[in-house]
């Protein structure tokens, strides 16, 4: 668990994005703040399409046309990514900011073999010749608990199981052991004992590589399993932000609680609570706090005015005009 004054690896700072669209402007991210402290695990929850993804793809620089950085900075170990040229950008991202994605077969190239792939990243970012690089590669599959490491090396995505596909993009993303790693929805598309064996992948290769995690999810579960802090999302904004333990415990803004409310509790027969309403459209968002539609205990002012994230005790931050 990281100590109040652990240093800050990263600190984003009224993160605005948005899409410029026929359609119009889509806020997709909308003034949040969030940091990662150094060898910790941060949890990014929300629902589909509430901006997490696009968090992700900011740090690393790679939000896709029509998408645009609007506003905001994203310091990482004291410097703005945002002010940096595209070559100071490249030596960072891959070697001291790696990514996991959503979909390894989609993510992973085709025509390349495994250790291919692991081996072309050692071979960018270190100074290793490509044979050098191909032993690397064989003890980075080794490392992310990769049977036969030898053999799969040699292999191509298409042979791979999903779980040894989402191994290789693990040790992909560690091979230059990154100071940060992003996991988006890292165990999206794999079944529940392939899901518990990455995650406790992930878990010791943090400790073993010192690495800290942003890890992008919609599975409270997950996050109880692997996060120390975690932060909620909502329509573009954070709206609570605490310590795992404290925000499932005692979660205080009413869309965390309906999240919990709405899990499925294995020792309490009864039916399910969910949301009322649906998610806002990101193209026309409700004024004033954008959860006010859906809210149970939503009041006048709260389509008026928008809430902003305040501490309402030591590192549990809220975003409630209730607060």
Known sequence: ??????????????????????????????????????????????????????????????????????????????????????????????????????????????????????????????????EEAWKESVEMMKLVGIPEAGRIAKCYPHELSGGMRQRVMIAIALACRPSLLIADEPTS???????????????????????????????????????????????????ECGYVRTILKEPKHPYTIGLLNALPKVHIKGKLVPIRGVVPSLLNPPPGCKFHPRCLKAKSYCSERKPQLVEIEPEHLVSCLLY
């Open 189 to 239: 598309a794999l079944d529940v004992t392939i899901q518990a064996q990455i995650l406790d992948e992930m878990r010791k290769l943090r400790e073993q590589v010192n690495t800290s995690i942003l890890l992008i999810t919609h599975d409270l579960g997950v996050i109880a399993e692997m996060a120390d802090r975690v932060a909620i999302m909502y329509a573009g904004d954070i709206v």
């Open 1 to 130: 668990m990281p100590s109040e004054g652990q240093d800050k690896l990263l600190d984003v700072q009224n993160l605005k994005i948005y899409y410029f669209t026929d359609e119009g402007v889509i806020r997709a991210v909308d003034g949040i703040n969030l940091e990662v402290k150094s060898r910790e695990t941060l949890g990014l929850v929300g629902e589909t399409g509430c901006g997490k993804s696009t968090v992700a793809i900011s740090i690393m620089r790679l939000v896709p046309s029509p998408g645009k950085v609007v506003a905001g900075k994203i310091f990482f170990k004291g410097k703005d990514l945002l002010k940096l040229n595209d070559d100071e950008m490249r030596t960072i991202r891959g070697s001291e900011i790696a990514m996991i994605f959503q979909d390894p077969m989609v993510s992973l190239n085709p025509v390349f073999r495994a250790g291919e792939q692991i081996a072309e990243v050692i071979w960018t970012h270190q100074n290793m010749n490509k």
